[in-house]
């Protein structure tokens, strides 16, 4: 089965700072089929990226997805207050699609 | 806009059922794939089960096979989970999720749009 690990768990930045995450696979995923997606505590989450590197409809150009293969990154290039949340990537190219990541936890510093 | 409106969550005890509807707007419904997806208290996202736009082709998570159906009607542009046997282990918040694949379900099938989910609680 193909596992996708995020890291880290946590990350802890100020508003204004650039946010990294990582999202790897075990196995490579075919077409780059990632996405990535946002969720603030007690809303549902939303499409940020798919396709490894297509922002939504409506997403801001701060955030930016890369990668192939089995290694993706989300970017954020400059922290918004409303930026802080969690994150999780997701794989679809298999159907069942397989389990999303863990998680990566962006706080305030 | 897309409007994605879950409802019928709520308290069901061990082995009962519950039917979850997801009332759908704002886009073609039977053009597209619909999906739910479910979140535990406090933990991560978990895919149950999915449709194809024409309702032909229905899918489940190895958790919701035998125990869960999807279903749709399109002259109503509503999404339905019918889920018995229930356990501890299905509460949850569930969302219905519009699948950005237009009304294929499978391989490149991501979730484009979500409703804001209804919890599901299953305790005695």
């Known amino acids: 089965e193909n596992v996708l690990t995020q890291s880290p768990g946590t990350l802890s930045l100020s508003p204004g700072e650039r946010a990294t995450l990582s999202c790897r696979a075990s196995?490579?995923?075919?077409?780059?089929?990632l996405a990535w997606y946002q969720q603030k505590p007690g809303q549902a989450p939303r499409l940020l990226i798919y396709?490894?590197?297509i922002r939504a409809t409506g997403i801001p150009d701060r955030f930016s997805g890369s990668g192939s293969g089995t290694d993706f990154t989300l970017t954020v290039s400059r922290l918004e207050p409303e930026d802080f949340a969690l994150y999780y990537c997701?794989?679809?190219?298999?159907?069942?699609?397989?389990?999303f990541g863990g998680g990566t936890k962006v706080e305030i510093k | 806009e897309v409007q994605l409106l879950e409802s019928g969550g709520g308290l069901v005890q061990p082995g009962g059922s519950l039917r979850l509807s997801c009332a759908a707007s704002?886009?073609?419904?039977?053009?597209?794939?619909m999906s739910w997806v479910r979140q535990a208290p406090g933990k991560g996202l978990e895919w149950v089960s999915a449709?194809?736009?024409?309702?032909?082709?229905?899918y489940y998570a190895d958790s919701a096979k035998g125990r869960f159906i999807i279903s749709r009607d399109n002259s109503k542009n509503t999404l339905y989970l019918q889920m018995d046997s229930l356990r501890a282990e299905d509460t949850a918040v569930y969302y219905c999720a519009k699948v950005g694949s237009g009304g294929y379900y499978g391989s490149g099938s991501y979730f484009q749009d979500w409703g804001q989910g209804t919890l599901v609680t299953v305790s005695s």
């Open positions: 396709g490894a590197s």
């Open positions: 449709i194809s736009g024409a309702g032909t082709g229905t």
């Open positions: 997701h794989q679809y190219a298999t159907s069942p699609p397989l389990p």
């Open positions: 704002g886009f073609t419904f039977n053009s597209y794939a």
């Open positions: 196995q490579s995923i075919t077409n780059s089929y």
